[in-house]
């Protein structure tokens, strides 16, 4: 999948550099397809107050340049939200689509 004009590219290592540094950040899941058993994937989108979006892409550097990371919800998109989310509840609707609720 292209990457849009207006979204920039991080890795972990970004993400990890946004919490040691205690910078705030959302963010998101987009559904971008089904796995080949019709399971959904997801790419995580980060979004920092006046920054454009930051689209999460894995540290290996192919051939064709940097490849977005994909997440299956069990345990993948789970483990990543735990670890490196932004705090809020993940909250799937009938479609597959992810919305983000604070928590309490």
């Not at 205690?22 to 058993?37: P, Q």
């Not at 980060?46 to 994909?70: D, F, K, M, N």
Request: negative net charge; contains cysteine; charged residues 30%.
């Amino acid at each position: 999948m292209p990457i849009a004009r207006n979204q920039i590219l991080i890795t972990i290592d970004g993400v990890k550099d946004l919490q040691e540094e205690g910078i705030a950040y959302r963010c998101r899941y987009e559904l971008v397809g089904f796995t080949d058993d019709g399971k959904p994937r997801y790419q995580c989108i980060y979004l920092r107050e006046g920054e454009p979006e930051a689209i999460l892409v894995s540290t290996r550097i192919t051939p064709h340049g940097p490849e977005p990371r994909y997440f299956n919800i069990w345990p993948g998109l789970f483990k990543h939200h735990l670890e490196f989310g932004d705090g809020r509840d993940l909250r799937f609707g009938p479609d597959y689509s992810i919305t983000l609720e604070e928590r309490g």
